[in-house]
């Protein structure tokens, strides 16, 4: 059964969210996987009481810039291939500030990362799609948080191709 949820982001700042979206927007075409926006998901929570843009307004954080790892793989729909990030102290008040903001018990951030493709393909060739791609640099800065309607759980292509950012607000002074 399906649960409608918001969903908090962050977002990557260029230039690296442009070639998160060109890799995403190419496995969309060679492997028809759904596009979606590059993000870390920080925190999801019911939908409350409190509209997605007030929660937002509430946020006191500065862009986050994070360490990346290497590129990942699992047998989980929305982990089919990934990129491992490592979490900060910012990183992990932002998401527990998320969670006070909207009246729900903060989770511990496991496994930050920004996803690259959502599909169903064999281990072998997850395998080896994340061992050719190689990303030109260490670090990456997130410089806004967006609120996102969904559906949980997400499973399919339907799934992710109804998601609407429904809030956004920039980390920038």
């Not at 060679?30 to 998901?41: G, I, K, S, W, Y």
């Amino acid at each position: 059964m399906k649960k409608t949820a918001i969903v908090y982001w962050l977002l990557p700042a260029k230039p690296e969210r442009e070639l998160f979206c060109t890799i995403i927007r190419i496995f969309c075409r060679e492997l028809r996987a759904p596009n979606f926006e590059p993000h870390l998901t920080l925190f999801a929570g019911s939908r409350g009481r409190h509209a997605p843009a007030k929660i937002l307004r509430q946020v006191r954080s500065r862009p986050i810039r994070l360490s990346a790892g290497n590129v990942a793989f699992s047998g989980k729909f929305t982990k089919t291939l990934y990129v491992r990030f490592k979490s900060t102290p910012a990183l992990k008040k932002l998401a527990v500030d998320l969670a006070r903001a909207t009246n729900s018990r903060a989770k511990a951030l496991r496994d930050p990362h920004v996803s690259l493709l959502y599909t169903r393909i064999p281990r072998a060739a997850r395998r080896e799609i994340a061992a050719v791609i190689k990303l030109p640099f260490r670090t990456v800065l997130f410089d806004s948080v967006a609120a996102v309607r969904l559906s949980l759980p997400v499973r399919t292509r339907a799934d992710v191709d109804k998601w609407k950012i429904v809030a956004k607000k920039s980390l920038r002074r």
